[in-house]
């Protein structure tokens, strides 16, 4: 019904950026949430940011300063500009979106992404 497809992982040196775009396709009313999460090897999930409709965002202790989550809700669609970026940041991000409700008025579970890799390494 609904679809997240995340782009803009990749390797990058430390200290370097990249932004991570997500896309939600479906016939969508609207999405209350929306967030980053990531996953290191041998890590469990863990929150980088989120983003309401309304634009209040949240964000981890270790990445304040450092990233910047921000959305279209008109293109239902969310980034992750990450800058200064660590070695352990290294994870593969996955997209989220919370409180999803389509045209026919259905709210769905937490719908999630397939994931992206993002690789800090020099």
């Known amino acids: 019904q609904v679809q997240l497809v995340e782009s803009g992982g990749g390797l990058v040196q430390p200290g370097g950026s990249l932004r991570l775009s997500c896309a939600a396709s479906?016939?969508?009313?609207?999405?209350?949430?929306m967030g980053w999460y990531r996953q290191a090897p041998g890590k469990q999930r863990e929150l980088v940011a989120t983003?309401?409709?309304?634009?209040?965002?949240n964000y981890a202790d270790s990445v304040k300063g450092r990233f910047t989550i921000f959305r279209d809700n008109a293109n239902k669609k969310v980034y992750l500009q990450m800058n200064s970026l660590k070695p352990e940041d290294t994870a593969v991000y996955y997209c989220?979106?919370?409180?999803?409700?389509?045209?026919?008025?259905?709210?769905?579970?937490?719908?999630w992404g397939q994931g992206t890799q993002v690789t800090v390494s020099s």
């Open positions: 989220n979106a919370d409180r999803v409700v389509l045209t026919t008025g259905l709210s769905l579970q937490p719908v």
């Open positions: 479906g016939s969508i009313f609207s999405i209350y949430g």
């Open positions: 983003i309401t409709s309304g634009g209040s965002t």
